[in-house]
């Protein structure tokens, strides 16, 4: 029921692309299915964006404390921390386009998707990026090394609140 409200949002994308495009509407469960099927796209792309960007230092820094991994830890993390804006920004970037070329109920060219694209991807990127900074100074502020390490334990300063992923979305 909830890919079915939420697939509303996506069956607008794809009759306003059908109208930019000039394009004559396909029947009404083929749309439907298509927009269901962008619904699960879009979730996939916010996951990875929120979890990979924001949270992916944490996580990386759990899984080596986790592991008592402590002579590859920094190189490991290092690397991430280098590649982990390009690698989210093309796979951010592919997704979009890939959006932006399924829409529309014919065949588009794809080079004609690739300013909106890129547009979209920086927007998300930066959003992720101020964040990802507000996360960090909101847990560190005033903070004892002793009150991080046990909201580390509750998994606290890994996961965000509700109202986090929600500030985030929007």
């Not at 390009?86 to 932006?100: D, E, R």
């Amino acid at each position: 029921l909830g890919f079915i409200m939420a697939s509303n949002g996506t069956d607008s994308i794809i009759l306003a692309s059908n109208r930019l495009y000039d394009f004559e509407d396909s029947d009404y469960i083929k749309r439907r299915i298509k927009a269901i099927l962008l619904v699960i796209l879009i979730i996939v792309t916010l996951i990875f964006a929120m979890f990979f960007l924001a949270f992916g230092d944490y996580i990386v820094k759990f899984i080596f404390d986790i592991l008592n991994m402590d002579n590859i830890k920094n190189i490991v993390y290092n690397i991430f921390v280098y590649l982990k804006w390009p690698i989210s920004m093309f796979i951010i970037f592919f997704m979009l386009k890939l959006l932006y070329v399924i829409s529309p109920d014919k065949k588009i060219m794809s080079k004609n998707t690739t300013r909106g694209a890129i547009f979209s991807t920086l927007g998300i990127s930066i959003v992720t990026f101020l964040y990802s900074h507000f996360f960090i100074s909101r847990n560190k502020v005033g903070r004892n090394k002793t009150e991080i390490i046990r909201d580390n334990s509750n998994g606290d300063a890994i996961f965000p609140d509700a109202s986090d992923i929600i500030s985030m979305i929007i």
